[in-house]
């Protein structure tokens, strides 16, 4: 593969970057061919060297995504993040997807507890109506709102520290992939 496939190719498959992050990308990889050739290489030597531009495409939409989940972490670009990592083969699927679905479902449930903590008294009113008993459990219920609440804090502050871990984690494996590859 020549120089100028090679980066067809890629650019292709970059699309979906804002153009000057793109051509930033670009001109890396063109620099690659240019010092290869001051070597003595020829472009089909070193396109071999760098793999083929669809997973280096890949790799750099993966580099993309954690960088940008890094400088915001929202659940938007967090999840973009994690889904470029799983795209890179079938061992992130197992090695990211797995993890992450176990770590998402301890806020998923947090939260829900929360939830039912701070609704418990229109539960209670539900079930047993206004009567001697609802306003004997008032504190009880007072307690249980108390609770969900800083339940419901605690968990959304939970929920900013898993983000950071994803991203570190994400990042760890996107080394890992790399370096695997070389």
Not at 58 to 68: D, G, H, P, S
Not at 103 to 111: E, F, H, R, T, Y
Not at 159 to 176: A, D, E, G, T
Request: proline share 4%; hydrophobic share 45%; net charge neutral.
């Amino acid at each position: 593969m020549t120089e100028n496939q090679y980066i067809s190719v890629l650019q292709q498959h970059l699309k979906d970057i804002p153009a000057h992050e793109q051509e930033e990308f670009i001109n890396d990889y063109k620099e690659h061919f240019v010092l290869g050739m001051e070597e003595g290489r020829s472009e089909e030597e070193i396109a071999d060297r760098l793999g083929p531009p669809e997973k280096t495409a890949k790799e750099i939409r993966a580099q993309y995504q954690l960088t940008a989940a890094e400088q915001k972490p929202t659940y938007k670009s967090v999840s973009k993040a994690v889904f470029a990592a799983v795209s890179l083969g079938l061992f992130n699927l197992i090695f990211i997807l797995g993890p992450l679905l176990a770590l998402i479902s301890i806020p998923i449930a947090l939260l829900i507890t929360a939830g039912t903590l701070v609704i418990s008294p229109l539960l209670l009113l539900i079930q047993e109506g206004i009567g001697q008993s609802y306003w004997n459990k008032g504190f009880l219920m007072i307690g249980y709102v108390g609770v969900g609440l800083l339940l419901g804090i605690g968990t959304m502050k939970l929920i900013q520290w898993m983000y950071s871990l994803i991203l570190r984690y994400v990042k760890f494996n996107l080394r890992m992939v790399r370096s695997e590859s070389k």
